[in-house]
């Protein structure tokens, strides 16, 4: 007779952290993390996982034991070696140094304040009016058809043309840009072939020469614009007035393009996926426009598109009460910490009306916070009402094959969303 007791559950060790089915669908896992092991080093990698909310906050309050320095430690960890032919690719280009996102205070505090004044809310205001234009017209595109693929239709170009305006630098080069932005991605993944690694050399050398044109015309000849601003700032080092170099220009210039592009891309597609998804929700919107604000703060907390984020222990400490080594590496499961149930109740329903939906780490906490919150909330709180206007009757085209998740460590989101509508 078969037996009908329940199967057991494997044990966290026995559950592959990284296999495209668990990156696919984390949840179940990050459930069982929290529950389990808020703070878990996982015996198959060496990682330590920090998963629940308050963990994550106390981790980001410390960033002088908690670094952003954490490239050659991964490097080594995953056992990467450079590829000779890659190295003397990248040897034609500029040695970049780290500015913000992979620095530590006092330099990333330094290089952030030059990049806050250049993105300030007046640049960001400012931009308000040709967002929606950009939106409109990207709808115009496609709305005839009654169908489209919606990321590649529309919320891949949004983030890619703000910020190409908001460098000074022509919409027409933005295929170039989405090439680059894609290659930078793709060395950082670690996932790449050696091939295609060659290629993102390539690619990445060719970004550099095309910004340093720029950087120069920008010199001669300041716009108002980023790269302009960026230029002409004062680097004040330790009482040393100077201009930044090629080094460190190049550095924050990539981490403009790269940065907002994918992460806002994959809000605005996740966003529209959950509302067809949840006709109640997209019912309570179209009656109550006031609500888009907190559509975006509750997609953004829902997928979490920054998913997990590196640190690297400086020095022993704890975090918890799990005691960490000098050297290991830590990885903060933002996707988790806003699926707590201590912290969001219900946490994987999705609410548009949810009180406490701001508060969530999509954009991360403390020195890294990220700097483009402000720019990535217009832009999706702009972007969203006009799709959800001007698109009537939206359901899936391909049923449960409309949308598949991408599995990837450290991004979540969507590789495409199929939808059919009505133009309104
Ligand atoms: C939905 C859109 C976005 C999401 C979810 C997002 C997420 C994040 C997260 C989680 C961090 C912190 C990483 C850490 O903990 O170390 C971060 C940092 C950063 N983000 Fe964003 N981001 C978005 C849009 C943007 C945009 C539009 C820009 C640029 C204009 C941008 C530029 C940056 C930069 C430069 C940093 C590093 C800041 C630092 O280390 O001081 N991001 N972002």
Known sequence: MASTA???EPALKDIPAFAPDTLADPYAYYARLRAEAPVYRDPNT???YVSTFERIVEVNSQPRIFSNKFGETLRTGAGIVIDPEEARIMKEGVQIVDTMLTADPPEQTRYRKLAMKAFTMKRVEGMTPYIAQVCNELIDGFISKGACEFKSAFAAHVPMIV???????PRSDMDTFRTWSDAFIDQLGGMASPER????ARLIVEFQRYFVDKIEEKRARPTDDVISDLVHADLA?????????YSELLSILQQLLVAGNETTAHTLTAGLMYLIANPDEMAKLRADPSLYPNLVEETLR??????NMWRVVKADHQIGDVPVKQGELVLLRYGSANRDDAKFA???RFDITRENAKEHLAFGAGVHHCLGAYLARKEMQIAFPIVIERLSNLRFARGAESYRF???ILMRGLAELHIAFDPA
């Open 406 to 408: 991408i599995p990837n």
């Open 46 to 48: 060496g990682i330590v």
């Open 197 to 200: 690694r060659r290629e993102c």
């Open 237 to 245: 080092e330790e009482g040393d007035h100077r201009k930044m170099e």
């Open 302 to 307: 829902m997928l979490s598109p920054t998913n």
């Open 163 to 169: 910020i190409a305006d908001a460098l000074g630098v």
């Open 6 to 8: 329940p199967r057991a």
């Open 346 to 348: 219900e946490a994987d």
